[in-house]
T-cell receptor, first 110, second 114 residues
């Protein structure tokens, strides 16, 4: 039962352009959605969250969009920087725990 | 730095041995979570504590797994009679109860069962 899905295992973007990472979910009971970033040999780092009652949240270069009717969320990174190269996980939060997608490896090319 | 810490960072053990991992959360966080991550997957929830009370356990947490948080501070995760399928990254996270969705993760313990 994959409640959160990230269908793109990898994404390659040129430095300075926009990176768009996508995530789909099936559980309508999630209260919040989150994006985490993970470098090798480190734990996931919290990036940005959005309440299920909102449709957009912005924090600097990062913006998360939520489309509840489509059960879809996306993370936009503008402009993309080399340090953004990492694995990105989306997660839904419900009943106190996080349910993660499989992750998307983002590579920013100079 | 007062982030979440985990010890050890790496553990190699032989099948059938017992292992114990430790997690020290951010000091003001009274919620503590354990997750497991295997290659190519996102972290999967195992269990969580509020203070010393273990409030939820995943069905992934078989009888060979036990977690404790005796004084509401650090936590331990023990795996008895390890199996090769237990090889994974074990992640600990903590949060404030008022913001349970903002979970801060430690670096993880990489377990390899040979």
């Amino acid at each position: 039962d994959q409640q959160v899905k990230q269908n793109s295992p990898s994404l390659s973007v040129q430095e300075g352009r926009i990176s768009i990472l996508n995530c789909d979910y099936t559980n309508s009971m999630f209260d919040y959605f989150l994006w985490y970033k993970k470098y090798p040999a480190e734990g996931p780092t919290f990036l940005i969250s959005i309440s299920s009652i909102k449709d957009k949240n912005e924090d600097g270069r990062f913006t998360v969009f939520l489309n509840k009717s489509a059960k879809h969320l996306s993370l936009h990174i503008v402009p993309s920087q080399p340090g953004d190269s990492a694995v990105y996980f989306c997660a839904g939060q419900g009943a106190q725990k996080l349910v993660f997608g499989q992750g998307t490896r983002l590579t920013i090319n100079p | 730095d007062t982030g979440v810490s985990q010890d050890p960072r790496h553990k190699i053990t032989k099948r059938g041995q017992n292992v114990t991992f430790r997690c020290d959360p951010i000091s003001e966080h009274n919620r503590l979570y354990w997750y497991r991550q295997t290659l190519g997957q996102g972290p999967e929830f195992l269990t969580y504590f509020q203070n010393e009370a273990q409030l939820e356990k995943s069905r992934l947490l078989s009888d060979r797994f036990s977690a404790e948080r005796p004084k509401g501070s650090f936590s331990t995760l023990e795996i008895q009679r390890t199996e090769q399928g237990d090889s994974a990254m074990y992640l600990c996270a903590s949060s404030l109860p008022s913001v349970p969705y903002e979970q801060y993760f430690g670096p993880g313990t990489r377990l390899t069962v040979t």
